[in-house]
């Protein structure tokens, strides 16, 4: 999101930051590259946000997120949210801090080439080395894979690139 | 050079697109349902917890697929999404005869005997063909659709993957394993071709645009399976037989209508009920 934002945008933009990822809670929705746009008019607010997963069932839980913290900026009566089909979501759009902050939570952040040239490097989210070990493509969300590090002796989980 | 609807709006103003479109779309959304149902009844029974993580993570992206198509037709005016995945009735429904298949004797709550060679093989043929119409479908005259198939692609390409490393593995591995898996192929040859079939709208569907022909999804889909066959020592089928009856035009297995009635019956005590 590139535009200038009115101040009354400004508002929604960071009331958007505080709302966290319900599986993640470290990280926030636009730390996770989902803002796409925010649109006030007069008292009504729209949030355009750009869906991870199809089937991630935190899409419900966010959007209502989103809807309770943006109501209560004064001036603002009604938030519309609505989930994009363009731009898709990509998972380099997680933001540096956003990738700082997975760590944290101990995920590793995607990798930041393409997914289909082959196998991925992931860094353990512990201590760094890349001795790691694919265990399962799928993990416990649709956006994560298991892995196991073979220095630190950890398995941690690694978000998926798309 | 076809023309572009960039909009449900646009598509609701043209009704002979409109009904062509949305004849397409409850074959893409059905076929996702349909094998996403079969694929949870295999919750637990996977071989290891790690395929009942993996398997059941597909069978969650691939029901969100089908959600997603379904809430396009809703768009188009269509009904309710979720009231189009339960509340059709069975010669409504528009989905390939090979996604309806039993998993195998049994139900999944009682003495289930399903064959995890029919799973891998069946879905490795359904995602592979699933891949080549998304492929298309980027190509869409309606440019929704054309977004909605770049994002399902995006983390399809993990599930078709996954069907693959399980053939990779198994068919290097014993004899037993690899009979088991060339009874599976001929089983699911049973049925692949029900997945070209575009339907009674098939010709208008090439020509408005919205997909490329069944037989170029085809002929795409068996020279990779075919590849796929000979790099794992497994045996190729060679030419499917014809439909006898089509899926596409509602005609469906009584398996069918007992997954359907199983599918919807949360849903049918209340449809009111917000979720």
């Not at chain 1, 353990?124 to 894979?145: H, I, K």
Request: charged share 30%; glycine share 6%; aromatic share 8%.
């Amino acid at each position: 999101m590139s535009k200038i934002l009115s101040s009354l945008e400004e508002k929604v933009r960071d009331k958007v930051q505080e709302v966290k990822d319900p599986e993640i809670t470290s990280v926030s929705l636009i730390e996770m590259g989902m803002l796409d746009d925010i649109e006030v008019n007069g008292s009504k607010a729209t949030v355009k946000l750009i869906p991870t997963y199809l089937g991630c069932p935190a899409l419900d839980m966010m959007e209502k997120d989103v809807v309770k913290a943006v109501s209560e900026i004064d001036g603002i009566d009604e938030v519309d949210v609505i989930f994009v089909k363009d731009p898709i979501w990509t998972s380099d759009r997680i933001t540096p801090e956003g990738r700082e902050k997975l760590k944290e939570f101990g995920i590793a952040p995607p990798p930041l080439h393409a997914h289909e040239q082959g196998a991925w490097e992931i860094e353990c989210p512990y201590c760094g080395s890349t001795r790691t070990v694919l265990d399962n493509m799928f993990g416990p969300t649709a956006c994560r894979s298991i892995f196991y590090c073979n220095k630190c002796k950890n398995p941690f989980e690694a978000i998926k690139p798309v | 050079m076809v023309k572009k609807y960039n909009t449900p709006e646009e598509a609701k103003q043209d009704q002979q697109y409109l009904d062509t479109l949305k004849e397409l779309i409850f074959q893409l959304a059905d076929d996702d349902l349909l094998i996403s149902h079969r694929g949870s009844e295999w919750l637990g029974l996977a071989p290891h917890i790690e395929e009942d993580v993996a398997y059941s993570s597909i069978t969650q992206n691939t029901m969100g697929h089908a959600a997603m198509l379904y809430e396009l037709l809703e768009e188009l005016g269509v009904g309710k999404a979720d009231d189009l995945a339960h509340l059709r009735k069975p010669e409504e429904y528009r989905n390939a005869r090979l996604v309806e298949r039993v998993n195998g004797t049994g139900d999944y709550k009682e003495n289930p005997d399903y064959d995890f060679g029919y799973a891998i093989i069946r879905n490795y043929a359904y995602e592979l063909f699933k891949k080549i119409r998304l492929e298309a479908l980027q190509q869409s005259s309606f440019v929704p659709l054309a977004d909605t198939a770049r994002k399902i692609k995006r983390e399809q390409y993990y599930h078709l993957y996954h069907w693959e490393v399980w053939i990779d593995q198994l068919a290097h591995s014993t004899d037993e394993a690899q009979k088991r898996l060339n009874n599976a192929i001929q089983k699911t040859w049973e049925d692949v071709a029900s997945l070209f079939d575009l339907g009674p709208k098939g010709d208008q569907i090439v020509e408005y645009g919205l997909l490329e022909s069944g037989e170029m999804l085809k002929k795409k889909f068996m020279d990779q399976f075919k590849a796929k066959m000979e790099n794992s020592g497994l045996i190729w089928p060679g030419e499917p037989q014809p439909l006898s009856e089509t899926g596409r035009e509602g005609r469906h297995s009584e398996e069918f209508v007992d997954a359907l009635n199983h599918l919807s019956e949360v849903y049918k005590m209340d449809p009111q009920a917000s979720w």
